[in-house]
């Protein structure tokens, strides 16, 4: 009977994990499988394993509200389990479970303790048998821009199993405090609250060409914190009435990076800049392949008004170096574009 007890206390222990079943992902079903270590009387430390499902919605700026929904988690207690059971008398077990869990947001901290039904299950006389548990987790409301995450700890389950009846067997109830084994991603789920990286806009604005006192559109696309931007073509007159042409083409030069800044963000772009073509008086003075002579460094800020759901105002200034590749032209095509103080000035809308 005591080895039935302990066997008992293992295969009902079983049940807890459900709690581990926090926050899947924006209306996406997700599955994790952890596996913990229960001790109990007799028969020591028991491995045991569980399978969670859950899906989520994250709020898409800071101050929305994050909830998990369709939380359901199933075990399986192996044959020596229900062999145990079936010793005492058990006709089926149910119970209540609560799992630690750590919100982080930001610099918040917010431990949470969820609670869970284990629901009444029958037990057979002898082999597997699966149960499930479900409970309802309260929407958390996330205050801060920056790194979010869900790790999950130990649980501690409270578990009755009981006759045909309805009456206790010898166990009545008890309680096992169980432990994450080691070498496992406690993160139910990660996200960057506020990022923009999965974000895509739509670019329409302008660039300012210092040295030529040009202004040229600007359309493209702007997807996390990397730019696209479209062809365009700057118009302008030497000596103040010789026209000129020089089509710019600005694409990312290596990875992008950025930060989110408030309901906003600063992407820290590298641009390289090539002059397809380069006209005076209608006639191209430039080669193919002219180009900056090196990447083009611009830190990008949205600016006021702007949201990541909505997109709004995003503006930085940048230098262009010296050409290179232009041919024949190439030192004097480059003293008429190289110059501080160029700007970018457009608008991002979200599509």
Sequence with gaps: MPNARSTLAAALACLVLPLAAVPAHASTPITKKLSY????????????DVEIKASFDVPSAPGGT??????????????KSTRGLALVGAASIEGTASAGVTLTNGPLTLP???????????????????????????????????????????????????????SFTGLGSFTSDCTLDAGQDPVLLSFDLGSPASRDYRVTGTTTVKALGAVAPLTGSFTGFTPAFDRTRAEFKVF???????????????????EVAGDGFVA????????PQVTLFGLPVADAGCRAGAAIPVD????????????????????????????????????????????????LAAR
């Design 37 to 48: 270590t229960c001790p109990f009387p007799l028969i020591g430390l028991q491995k045991l």
């Design 66 to 79: 994050f909830t998990t929904s369709d939380l359901a988690v199933s075990v399986t207690v192996p044959d």
């Design 112 to 166: 949470l303790a969820l609670p869970l039904t284990v629901a009444k299950t029958a037990v057979p006389a002898s082999g597997p048998f699966t149960t499930a548990a479900a409970g309802s987790v309260p929407p958390v409301q996330l205050p801060n821009a920056g790194k979010t995450a869900l790790t999950i700890g130990g649980f501690s389950t409270r578990l009755t199993p009981k006759k045909a009846d309805g």
């Design 240 to 258: 103040g009435f010789v026209p000129g042409t020089a089509d710019l083409q600005f694409s990312p030069d290596g990875p992008q990076t950025g």
């Design 268 to 275: 820290h772009s590298r641009l390289a800049l090539t002059l």
């Design 300 to 347: 990008l800020r949205t600016g006021t008004g702007f949201t990541l759901a909505a997109g709004g105002p995003l503006a930085g200034s940048y230098a262009i170096p010296a050409l290179t590749g232009c041919g024949t032209f190439t030192a004097y095509l480059s003293s008429l574009v190289q110059s501080d103080g160029n700007t970018f000035a457009v608008t």
